[in-house]
């Protein structure tokens, strides 16, 4: 029996990056929508009308920002301050999505209904963090999304303006050693994602890549009780990826 598509044929969908809105939001909800290459953000803007406040877009970009296995590009200037991190997995997400949903940044969406849904998906072993600490034992940068077989849809990350420079970076190459050649769908590419080698490819190629993610075993992601990765070790196991 054929499941039938939460949003429909993505032929039928509008050319544009919102693609619908709903009044209802929830973890089984975010973990349907991703099978299908769409993701979610609260409305928050207080210019779009009043019916709409409170709901959620749903959205699948025209563009879709993504890291192909091998492409992950680190620059000298980050191999530098990469060296003076730790990296872990899982150790502190409750802390990585409330530094990723503070108020003060800018553009922020996630308010509490996506922190309760990704904590959900957490603890059920679908969502993921990657921590970075400074020398101080700080966490100065960070990581979450959502992995389902060879597939991983990064949310958000952060650093810290004061401590934590380079710290998102650093992040990002942990969790591509993590992926071990998956597919890490970042939503929309920025400079600061493409320096790292982040490309974009057309809704229709992605929806393709994501079928093919979907069916590939998932990665066996490293315990949190594990030591962390120093820098050095991190950089070393960049280096031997398959290019």
Known sequence: MTVPELFGDPDQWPDDDLIAITG???PHLVLAALHEGVFPMPITDNEVPREFHGATAWWSPMRRGILLPGHLKVARSLRKTTKHHT???D?????VIARCADPTR???????RVMDA??????RGWAHSVETWDTQGRLVGGLYGVNVGGFFSGESMFHDPEYGRDASKTAL??????????????QWSTPHLAS???????????LALLSDALERPAPQWTSPDDPAWNGVCLLDRVRKMPA
């Open 173 to 186: 190459m942990r969790l591509v050693c993590e992926l071990s050649g998956g597919l890490l769908d970042v």
């Open 106 to 112: 800018p553009y922020g969406w996630i308010d509490d």
């Open 196 to 206: 790292l080698g982040v490309t974009e490819v057309d809704r229709g190629e992605y």
């Open 118 to 123: 990704y904590k959900y998906l957490h603890d």
């Open 24 to 26: 209802v939001f929830s």
């Open 87 to 89: 990296t872990t997995i």
């Open 91 to 95: 150790r502190a997400f409750d802390e």
